[in-house]
């Protein structure tokens, strides 16, 4: 038998090709095509520098084989093989302790991975590619920050007609810009997530919706603004599988967001308002911009009835008053934080920029500490009980 090694693969599933991992990597290991993100074993050196930023934890998989997958391998896949069974020898002799310490260590990454949770609805995954994009109509195109922001978000409506394009809240879309860039290839595939539950920005209906900020020099995001009812666009994924709401009704959401990183919450409480609107459970949002006038969906997120969704506005840029955070507002609401952490129908969900990760962490380690909890134990559980979800970008 072949010497068993450690291989390092991307979970096809779970991610939502963000192309962090392909970025990061100091060694070009990772590569990609209009499938999936796959890892050359020849050249991946195990620095494991692509671990730690990558959002839904599918960069942090590995296998131990006697035999590589090769990228061609990688690439076809739809979802990661098994592992291999490596108990015993092709001449029936146990293998040695090396290979059992291998496989002990097949899972090295430093944030945990993540996990859907346990009553989450089954996800259709990578329908669509670059090569067989699916084409949806415009149907809306909506500026949703006050007109005096120099914060420029969309709500774009985006219709398939006869399409089939089943999708879950938490999940994202890939957009295809048309053009190239300046070296004479495609424009890449920006990904942006879904603002609506599962049946459509209208009930029943073959449509979704997504929340796009416009970026001066992006591409992707003023194609994406500047589009018109009537426009096609080339439309691929859907892609996530583990960022997704939990059906139970008795489950309590703790949502923390920036910016656009409202847009899977949007889904979230457009799906329980719809579809569980006496649910037990409680949800929570933390919502944080620079003022007033930059916070996507204000108007509409006043007309949610307290009873369905606990709202908490962040502002950092007010002129004259004091900057605050999501993580002090999450602070001064700590009784009612600390008391839904002690529940084990309690899901977190973080997603927005990067940088609020770690005020976050160090917001609910404070509420933990003060209720005789332990965060970085109850975080721990948590994510791998599928509770705890971090989308940063």
């Known amino acids: 038998m072949n010497a068993p090694f450690k ?12 192309n962090t991992c392909e970025e990061t990597c100091p060694v070009d290991a990772i590569t990609h095509d209009n499938n999936n993100y796959v890892v050359d074993s020849t050249k991946c050196n195990f620095c494991m520098d692509c671990i730690q930023p990558c959002p839904t934890g ?34 029936g002799e146990a293998i040695d302790a090396e290979v059992l310490a291998l496989l002990e260590t097949a899972h090295t990454g430093a944030g945990g991975k ?6 989450a609805a089954k996800p259709a995954v990578n329908l669509y590619n670059r090569d067989k994009a699916a084409v949806a109509t415009v149907t809306g195109n909506y500026r949703l920050t006050h007109e005096e922001s120099d914060v420029d978000v969309h709500h ?50 073959s449509n979704l919706a997504l929340t796009v900020k416009r970026e001066p ?20 994924g859907p892609f996530g599988a583990t960022f997704l709401m939990p059906n139970d009704p008795a489950a309590n959401i703790i949502m923390i967001c920036t910016g656009t990183g409202s847009a899977p919450f949007r889904a979230f409480t457009e799906w329980r308002r719809r579809s569980m609107p006496n ?36 502002y950092s840029r007010v002129p004259g008053e004091k900057k605050v955070y999501v993580q002090d507002l999450m602070r001064r609401e700590e009784t009612t934080v600390a008391n839904l952490l002690r529940s084990p129908a309690t899901h977190i969900y973080v997603c927005g920029l990067k940088g609020m990760e770690q005020g976050v962490d160090a917001a609910l380690d404070d509420i933990c500490r003060s209720s005789e909890q332990r965060w970085h134990e109850l975080r721990d559980a948590m994510r791998s009980e599928g509770r705890y979800h971090v989308e940063t970008y």
């Open 217 to 236: 020099k992006g591409v992707c995001s003023n194609f994406v603004c500047d589009l018109k009812k009537g426009d096609k666009v080339e439309v691929t």
């Open 156 to 205: 774009i409506i985006l219709d398939f007609g006869d399409v089939a394009f089943p999708v879950l809240e938490g999940q994202s879309i890939g957009i295809v810009s048309p053009g190239v860039d300046a070296e004479g290839k495609p424009h890449r595939v920006r990904l942006y997530s879904i603002a609506s539950p599962r049946h459509g920005e209208k009930p029943n209906t």
């Open 114 to 119: 993540s996990v859907a949770p346990a009553t």
């Open 7 to 18: 291989q390092h693969l991307i979970d096809p599933e779970i991610c939502i090709r963000c």
């Open 279 to 314: 649910a037990a459970g409680r949800m929570l949002l933390f919502f944080g911009a620079r003022r007033p006038q930059d916070l996507p969906y204000f108007g509409p997120l006043q007309k949610v009835p307290d009873s369905l969704l606990g709202k908490h506005f962040a």
């Open 58 to 91: 599918s960069i942090d998989n590995w296998r131990i084989v006697t035999s590589g997958y090769s990228l061609d391998d990688q690439l076809s896949w739809n979802e990661l093989p098994k592992q291999e069974e490596l108990a015993a020898g092709n001449d």
